[in-house]
């Protein structure tokens, strides 16, 4: 059974029972996210469930609050990072609606293209939903403790970092106790994963490319580069992404052209991705 009949069957049954399902969907920028959402959005409507769709970035500050919160980062950014979200907006967004009678749920929204790129919060969305769809990047990250983050940081797989970029992530880890009220509202986890962390770079900037060719693309090599590096160095993968595979429902693996190579638990996939790994004849890492 394919991972959106899956999530269409999850989604159902809940609905039997009087529940409304908020189904967390995490990947890396570029990963196709936003595709995927409204894919299962659509598989939803045809077999009459309403699945709304709501990204973190909807739940952004406005501009003046965000490049308060966003001062010193390493990359240059003003949004992505945690501590530039209003996650308590979403969190009673989805109480009042788990909380009404009906099926009446406002959601934040936040556009792009306001202030010329740098964005800020538009007009909220209003309609009826049997389940929710949250999709981020960092969505059900959690925070390490000091001792764990300490010991990453100290880690090869953090050799690389700068002082200022290891002073982020701690600054990052910190702000990421303010999410966990919203992940507490998740019903299920589904992630995808690239078969390789440098595919969301490459990714993103095709996407960039294809917005650019229909005239909707903004943003330069050295943004491109700056928002990709903010997502990947300040929850990195391998501190606050593995730990929550074995948790996930569903997990497909993605390859270089962004086509499922794996799909199933995230159990099945931690083991699949170490198969690969150990494999010589893969190039396949975690």
């Not at 939803?44 to 609050?65: F, K, M, N, T, W």
């Not at 590096?229 to 270089?256: G, H, I, M, T």
């Amino acid at each position: 059974m394919s991972l959106e009949d899956q999530l269409l069957g999850f989604c159902q049954k809940l609905r039997v029972e009087g529940q409304k399902p908020v189904i967390a969907l995490n990947g890396p920028v570029g990963s196709g996210k936003s595709t995927l959402a409204r894919h299962l959005q659509q598989h939803c409507a045809e077999q009459g469930v309403r699945l709304a769709i709501a990204s973190i970035d909807d739940a952004y500050l406005p501009y003046p609050q965000r490049l308060e919160r966003m001062a010193g980062n390493p990359f240059g950014v003003n949004r992505v990072p945690p501590g530039s979200h209003d996650p308590d907006h979403l969190q009673q967004a989805i109480q009042r609606w788990r909380g009404g009678p009906g099926s009446d749920l406002d959601l934040p929204r936040f556009d792009k293209t306001l202030l010329a790129g740098q964005g800020d919060p538009s007009l909220p969305w209003r309609g009826e939903a049997d389940a929710l769809l949250l999709e981020g990047w960092m969505v059900a990250c959690r925070p390490l403790s000091d001792q764990e983050l300490e010991a990453a940081l100290s880690s090869e797989m953090a050799a690389d970092f700068s002082a200022a970029e290891r002073a982020w992530v701690r600054r990052c880890n910190q702000a990421l106790g303010g999410y966990q009220a919203l992940w507490e509202q998740l019903s299920s986890l589904v992630m995808l994963w690239p078969q390789m962390w440098h595919l969301p770079r490459r990714w993103r900037f095709q996407a960039e490319a294809q917005q650019r060719r229909r005239g909707g693309g903004w943003m330069n090599g050295q943004q491109l580069d700056g928002l990709v590096k903010a997502s990947l160095r300040s929850l990195p993968p391998s501190f606050y992404l593995e730990p929550r595979l074995p948790e996930a429902s569903l997990v497909r693996v993605l390859n270089a052209r962004r086509c499922p190579v794996f799909e199933g638990s995230g159990v099945d996939a931690m083991n699949w991705i170490r198969d690969q790994a150990s494999s010589p004849s893969s190039s396949a890492t975690g």
